[in-house]
């Protein structure tokens, strides 16, 4: 079971970054996954989840309007589109996928996923 992420960067306050997500080793269809982020001396905290068995999303409310995840079940890979990027926004951003999303429906989808895998993480930078 491995999680990869990757699209991470540098990129000016206003502009987008899409990262992905790729698993191997399992699928997504029945889990529950997250993108977390985290900054040195903070604890990391979920931004946008998914179980995707039943396509129920969350987002932080920093992150609503501007942030999406989705779920390609072609490639096996999950994506966190962000658009309107602000300085704030900079962490390294890591993803997550826990098992159990099928039988837990009405849960926490990021609580599902951050008791899973995760991946090394990627860093954004968002510049003034």
């Known amino acids: 079971v491995q999680l990869v992420e990757s699209g991470g960067g540098l990129v000016q306050a206003g502009g987008s970054l899409r990262l992905s997500c790729e698993a191997s080793?399992?699928?997504?269809?029945?889990?529950?996954v997250g993108w977390f982020r985290q900054v040195p001396g903070k604890e990391r905290e979920g931004v946008a989840c998914?179980?995707?068995?039943?396509?129920?999303?969350y987002y932080e409310n920093s992150v609503k309007g501007r942030f999406t995840i989705s779920n390609d079940k072609v490639t096996n890979t999950v994506y966190l589109q962000m658009n309107g990027l602000r300085t704030e926004d900079t962490a390294t951003y890591y993803c997550?996928?826990?098992?159990?999303?099928?039988?837990?429906?009405?849960?926490?989808?990021?609580?599902?996923?951050?008791?899973?895998?995760w991946g090394q993480g990627t860093q954004v930078t968002v510049s003034t």
């Open positions: 080793g399992f699928t997504f269809d029945e889990n529950a």
């Open positions: 997550a996928a826990g098992i159990g999303a099928k039988q837990n429906r009405y849960s926490d989808p990021c609580a599902i996923a951050r008791l899973g895998s």
């Open positions: 998914m179980n995707i068995y039943w396509s129920r999303t």
